[in-house]
């Protein structure tokens, strides 16, 4: 298990798209960790999303750590714009085009933190081999794309298999779970090693969102606490 603390993130993906400015700064107040930006281009994954003005002009609404996923095709094209957005963290995939090693390096240099992320059915060792440039790994728990998915419990293995490795390097990485995450999925995932979770329907979706993060906090904290 990793020793990061336990983060809440709500996914952007799943909040009212005619309020976004205020549904940011909500996360905020309800007691959100981070806000997960889910930014998608039509070819990487199926679906067209957010791009670098919106995460600029949510800046203004809320300073809660932004959390900006990029499912792009080509992200080295896009990383400075993201960044000077107001982005806190990037997080690229290992299966998009161009150098994962030199991609991860520029989203440093632009003063971000630093994410690497893997689809299902990708092996664990395409992340782990960059474990030492990142701060955090996000194994996809849902074929990318849309929210509401169903979890994908095979990928479980793959986060333990990353989770060790952390552990065995001795390295600070937090490990993200994105995709179904909810109070039935959590302590299996906190199980397998995870530490910050994206929720997207059991946030948003949710009648009252800071009952919603607290619920599965508490759900999060009590599965790692009965680990020992």
Known sequence: MT??????????????????????????????????????????????SFGPQTVADLRSWSDIFFDVHLMLARPMDHIERFAKAGADLITVHVEAEGDVTATLAAV?????????????????????????????????TVRPGFSGQKFMPEVLGTITEIAEAVEERDLPVDI??????????????????????????????????GEAIAELRETATDARRELG
Request: glycine content about 12%; proline content about 6%; hydrophobic content about 45%.
């Open 176 to 209: 993200q779970a994105d995709g179904g995450v909810s109070r039935d999925t959590i302590p299996a995932l906190v199980k397998a090693g995870v530490n910050v979770f994206v929720a997207g329907s059991a946030a948003y979706g949710a009648p009252d969102l």
């Open 3 to 48: 020793r990061g603390g336990i983060r809440i993130a709500p996914s952007l993906l799943s909040a009212n798209m005619a309020e976004l400015g205020a549904e940011a700064r909500r996360a905020k107040e309800s007691g959100a960790d981070w806000l997960h930006i889910d930014v998608f281009d039509g070819h990487f994954a199926p679906n067209l």
């Open 108 to 140: 440093r240099e632009l003063g971000c933190r630093v994410g690497v992320s893997l689809m299902p059915g990708t092996p664990a060792e395409m992340a782990t081999a960059h474990l030492e440039q990142v701060d955090l790994v996000l194994p996809m």
